[in-house]
C-alpha cells in the first residue's frame, strides 16, 4: 500500500494513502487530535491503577507512544495491544521523527523499542508498558472477551474502510470491553453512533479536536 509522508498543521507529521484519498491523522495537527480523542477523551476516564488498551489501527505507534507518556505521569501500568493489517516501515517511522516531538522526545527510545518488536508477542517496553502488536485484519482478529478497559478505535474513516464501522466489528469491541469499559474514535457519524446504541453502549457526542466539531466515546454498562 502505497504511503506519502506529510507535515500536518501543528508541526507533527503522518502518513496519506492516495489510493484511499485518507490519512493517518487529522491535517490539522496529529499530535493533538490523538491527544484529544485518546488521551482526553478516552484515557482520562478510566480509573484504573492498571489499564488494558485495546488499539485498532495502530498504525504509526503515535497513540501508543503518548499512551505510554500518559501512564508514566499518571503512575499507572499499561497492557496495551495495537492491531495492525498493514505495518509501517522502519524507514517511514523514522521519516514521521515522533520522537522529536515536544513530549515524547523523553521516550523516543520507547518508541524505537514498540516499533522494533516483534509482532504476535508481549513484550515489556518499560517495566509499567506490556506491549502486544497484532498483526490480523479485523475479519479474523478475536479480541479476549471482556480484557480491555478502554478501546482506541482508530479506523480509517467509513468512506476508506466501511467493512471496519459495521455491527460485526463494533460488537467486537463491545464484547471485549470489561464492564464501564470506554470506547473513543473521532468518528462522529449518525449511523456509527445508532450501531453502538444498538449494541448496548451508552454513547455520547463530545468536543472533537481542532477541525472537527464532534467525536464519540461510549461506555459499556
Known amino acids: 500500500m502505497k504511503r506519502q509522508i506529510i507535515t500536518t498543521k501543528d508541526g507533527s507529521k503522518s502518513l496519506y494513502l492516495p489510493d484511499l484519498y485518507e490519512n493517518y491523522h487529522s491535517d490539522h495537527g496529529a499530535l493533538q487530535e490523538s491527544m484529544h480523542v485518546f488521551i482526553q477523551s478516552g484515557w482520562k476516564e478510566v480509573d484504573l491503577e492498571t489499564v488494558r488498551v485495546l488499539e485498532i489501527g495502530f498504525g504509526t505507534g503515535l497513540n501508543a507512544i503518548i499512551t505510554l507518556k500518559a501512564g508514566i505521569e499518571d503512575k499507572k501500568t499499561v497492557k496495551y495491544t495495537g492491531l495492525e493489517a498493514f505495518p509501517v516501515t522502519v524507514e517511514e517511522v523514522d521519516l514521521l521523527e515522533y520522537d522529536q516531538l515536544e513530549g515524547i522526545e523523553d521516550v523516543q527510545d520507547e518508541f524505537k523499542k514498540m516499533h522494533a518488536v516483534n509482532w504476535d508477542e508481549d513484550v515489556e517496553i518499560t517495566d509499567a508498558f506490556t506491549l502486544t502488536k497484532v498483526k490480523q485484519k479485523m475479519e479474523v482478529f478475536i479480541p479476549e472477551k471482556e480484557g480491555f478497559d478502554l478501546v482506541y478505535f482508530d479506523a480509517f474513516g467509513p468512506r476508506a474502510q466501511p467493512f471496519m464501522w459495521t455491527n460485526?466489528?463494533?460488537?467486537?469491541?463491545?464484547?471485549?470491553?470489561?464492564?464501564?469499559?470506554v470506547f473513543v474514535t473521532y468518528c462522529a457519524k449518525g449511523d456509527v453512533r445508532r450501531s453502538l446504541i444498538s449494541l448496548g453502549f451508552e454513547v455520547e457526542k463530545i468536543p472533537g479536536p481542532p477541525g472537527k466539531r464532534e467525536m464519540l466515546r461510549a461506555r459499556k454498562k
Open 168 to 181: 460485526d466489528v463494533l460488537q467486537k469491541m463491545y464484547d471485549a470491553l470489561s464492564t464501564n469499559g
